[in-house]
């Protein structure tokens, strides 16, 4: 069992602003981040939907979408974050934990 996504981050969040050199989480983004459930598991959503293929999986911590990373021809979870507006994704690759926020273009954290 994984503890919920957004309260891992909030402690984050108080870290950050009490400790002047933490340098992560300066992303404004992460408000957006909510206790999701990956909506399709098994794979990216709209590949899974087409028939299409890809190279690894990141989760969108808005709303639980799985979509396909930018060395993925289709590029799903970059669309994605742009078309709903949900900038943050987690990696969804085992054993990765990292946050990113496609507005910042960087990792903005760990989950
Ligand atoms: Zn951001
Ligand atoms: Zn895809
Ligand atoms: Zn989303």
């Known amino acids: 069992m994984m503890p919920p996504a957004a309260f ?3 402690a984050n969040v108080a870290e950050a602003e009490s400790a002047s050199s933490y340098r992560a989480m300066q ?5 957006s981040i909510r206790d999701v459930r990956p909506r399709t598991p098994s794979g ?9 293929h890809w190279v690894h999986l990141r989760l969108c911590m808005t709303c639980g979408h799985v979509g ?11 669309k994605h974050a742009g078309a709903d507006s949900h900038p943050i994704v987690r990696s969804f690759e ?6 990113y926020c496609f507005i910042d273009d960087e990792v903005v ?3």
């Open 68 to 78: 396909c990373c930018d060395d993925s021809k289709n590029r799903h979870a970059r």
């Open 44 to 52: 990216c959503e709209e590949c899974l939907a087409t028939g299409d």
């Open 94 to 99: 085992p054993g990765e934990r990292w946050v």
């Open 8 to 10: 891992l981050m909030l």
């Open 27 to 31: 992303c404004a983004h992460v408000s």
């Open 109 to 111: 954290g760990e989950i």
